[in-house]
């Protein structure tokens, strides 16, 4: 099989090739690994390469397994694979080696995938790009000189550059939709508790974190999302079970649906000129296709509220990582484990009390109040995914002196107190949090939102997100087959 005939196909159709047996799942499998030698030495979207553990594996004896055979990433975060390195981008993590599988890569083998690597990520998955000490610098497939986004840059770069149809992601303020909207790719975040962590935690991110895939097409998405749907029951969080399989729903249209529209970031800031001309034309293909449009929003709380509240979830979080380490190792944690802004984040939330830890979770639980009213009038919301058109490499990470300066002050010589209500970290932090300020809001509601990739602005994608009532994935994914009939987008192929 060539690269060509591969990358024809998405995952059903791979899987359908090999179960009538027109393909081997070998053949497929070096269809993957050729692709990923030509690529990856472009895009260093690779964290763990192993394919000597992917050539050992067996064709499943199930012959329901609905993948099978067909080869599969996964994100070197949260997704543990018993035997396998899980470094979440972090020194920290360098000599961990999983003892278990987690219940979402329980389920992702148990359907056929023929996972052959883990994918880079920016450290502890805390940054909407991927751009790590201990990986290096992902690139994206459509310019090189550009970020393919964060946390799940490296699945994303994957998928839009041919090595597999679809990857593990995870996302907790935007980490799918965001690498999908700078890859031109499908990405879906399901709703709060539709898949379960687990068996050593129950929760990421105090519930801000839901893990599930890229994919070029709508319908892998889907039926991945049945399988990661199986570790619901496990799941800390109530969800509504779907009825139907989540596959079915791409084949049944969404009728007229009633979309509001709103073009103004939660967490404040302006759009720039290639985010609005996206937009508009999301909004046309909508009006062509008899939809209801209206402008709306949700009754979010105010900007700089909504921006602390999530800073000190963040902050609290990566903390925690401190007090764990500790405790699990009996050791105390040197900053030169961490890079510079993630030990300033981890000292910060040294200093976070207790109180304010519960207000900003009181502050998250509030957005799902709003957003359960909200589509209680709306089927759907439509957004930008992203105030801005792709950065480039090295733009969102502060420059190479001042994290040299951050480390000396905050690790050498542990000035962590300048942390504490400094005005310009304020300002710099809330900088940052406006470039998540239409996709963290979701997380923080726990609601399914996707990004969808409709339109592309000086040869760079640039895509549109969609949100919906918890539970109404479903819903989602017939508006998403919707718009890729009237607007296919898998066939369009990065320059490298």
């Known amino acids: 099989m060539n690269f060509s005939e591969y990358r024809r196909h998405d995952a059903v159709a791979l899987a359908d090739l090999i179960r009538r047996k027109e393909v081997s799942a070998d053949e497929v499998l ?150 999908a909207h700078n890859c031109g790719l499908f990405g879906l975040k399901p709703t709060r508790g539709r898949m379960a962590y687990g068996p050593l935690i129950s929760e990421a991110w105090q519930g801000l974190v839901c893990d599930h895939v890229l994919t070029r097409s709508v319908r892998d998405s889907a039926v991945l999302l049945d399988i990661a749907a199986q570790t619901q029951p496990r799941s800390l969080y109530a969800c509504l079970k779907n009825e139907q399989p989540f596959a079915a729903s791409t084949g049944r249209p969404p009728g007229r649906l009633k979309i509001a529209f709103w073009k103004t970031t939660w967490f404040g800031g302006g759009n720039d000129a290639g985010t609005e001309a996206a937009f508009a034309h999301s909004l046309k293909l909508l009006a062509g296709a008899g939809h209801d449009l209206e402008e709306a929003s949700p009754e979010f709380t105010a900007p700089e509220l909504l921006n602390r509240a999530a800073r000190i979830l963040v902050m609290g979080e990566t903390a925690r990582l401190l007090y764990q380490y500790e405790r699990e190792t009996g050791q105390k944690l040197h900053h030169s484990r961490l890079e510079p802004t993630t030990w300033a984040m981890m000292v910060q939330g040294r200093q976070i009390s207790a109180g304010e830890m519960s207000w900003a979770r009181d502050v998250m639980l509030a957005q799902e109040r709003a957003a359960r009213a909200f589509f209680q009038r709306y089927d759907v919301l439509m957004s930008p995914v992203c105030p801005r ?35 310009l970290l304020e300002k710099e932090a809330a900088a940052t949090l406006q470039y998540v300020g239409y996709t963290s809001p979701f997380n923080l509601s726990g609601n399914p939102a996707m990004s969808v990739p409709l339109y592309w602005h000086e040869n760079m994608p640039v895509g549109t997100q969609f949100a919906a009532a918890h539970g109404r994935e479903d819903l989602l994914l017939q508006l998403a087959a919707q718009l890729e009939e009237i607007q296919p987008w898998a066939d369009r192929m990065p320059p490298i």
């Open 30 to 179: 070096q269809a993957a690994l050729a692709r990923l030698d030509e690529v990856n030495p472009k895009l260093n979207l690779l964290a763990h390469d192993l394919r000597e553990r992917a050539l050992r594996w067996q064709m499943p004896a199930n012959n329901q397994a609905p993948l099978a055979g067909v080869p599969f990433l996964l994100k070197d975060l949260l997704a543990d694979w018993a035997g396998t390195p899980t470094w979440s981008g972090s020194r920290m993590m360098q000599d961990y080696i999983a003892r278990q599988n987690s219940y979402l890569t329980q389920a992702y083998l148990d359907a056929g995938l023929r996972v052959f690597g883990k994918t880079t990520t920016p450290e502890w998955g805390a940054y909407p790009i991927t751009e790590s000490e201990i990986y290096g610098i992902t690139r994206n497939p459509w310019n090189p000189a550009y970020t393919p986004g964060g946390s799940s840059g490296g699945s994303a770069a994957a998928v839009a550059a041919g090595v597999v149809p679809a990857a593990h992601g995870g996302d907790g303020g935007g980490s799918i939709r965001l690498p």
């Open 389 to 423: 058109t792709t950065p480039k490499i090295g733009e969102m990470l502060p420059p190479p002196a001042a994290q040299k300066a951050m480390r000396w002050l905050f690790g050498t010589l542990k000035l962590g107190f300048l942390l504490k209500h400094n005005p």
